[in-house]
């Protein structure tokens, strides 16, 4: 007898896609007036926590490849947020850091925590131990690999 395909809702793949999509939906009014896309706050976020970085360390951090992650990064360039100087030690990497005003935006992005708190609805609390979970999810399905 063949497994019963669950509806669509009941798939946890589809909630946690549709919520992704809730939470860009969220932050994209706020980081429009920051003028920053989404992808570009999660490269300058792995720059704000972990200073400056190769692009190929950007990219495992953010489990993307880092073909995806030079266009983002040359238009934060362009705004004036990073700059990028090739490694003097190994000329094939290019090393990203922020600027004085790549600096300033992570002070300015915190509204989007504040905005996802308050249209959630959840506590901090209950927001810290879901995002533990789906950590822990990520983690659990990506050591299978």
Same mark, same amino acid.
């Given at each position: 007898?063949?497994? @019963?395909?669950?509806? %669509? ?6 909630? =946690? *896609? ?6 860009? @939906?969220? *932050? ?9 896309? *989404?992808? #570009?706050? =999660? $490269?300058? /976020?792995? =720059?704000?926590? #972990?200073?400056?970085? &190769? $692009? +190929? ?5 953010? /489990?993307? !490849? ?5 266009? %983002? $990064?040359?238009? =934060?360039?362009?705004?004036?947020? $990073?700059? @990028? ?5 190994? !000329?094939?990497?290019?090393?990203? +850091? ?5 600096? /300033? ?14 249209? +959630?609805?959840?506590?901090?609390? #209950? ?8 950590? #822990?999810? @990520?983690? &659990?399905?990506?050591? &299978?690999?």
């Amino acid at each position: 007898m063949a497994p @019963r395909k669950l509806p %669509l809702d009941s798939q946890l793949c589809f909630s =946690l *896609y549709a919520a992704s999509m809730a939470v860009n @939906r969220t *932050y994209k009014p706020l980081l429009d007036q920051l003028g920053l896309t *989404y992808p #570009q706050y =999660l $490269v300058l /976020s792995t =720059l704000w926590e #972990q200073g400056e970085l &190769a $692009v +190929s360390a950007i990219a495992d951090r953010l /489990s993307l !490849e880092s073909s995806t992650i030079t266009p %983002l $990064v040359k238009r =934060l360039e362009s705004a004036g947020f $990073v700059t @990028r100087e090739r490694n003097p030690k190994d !000329e094939r990497q290019v090393i990203v +850091s922020l600027t004085a005003k790549g600096r /300033s935006m992570n002070d300015k992005t915190a509204c989007l925590t504040e905005k996802l708190l308050e249209r +959630s609805g959840l506590t901090p609390d #209950q927001l810290t131990r879901m995002n533990g979970q789906v950590r #822990q999810l @990520r983690d &659990a399905l990506g050591a &299978a690999d």
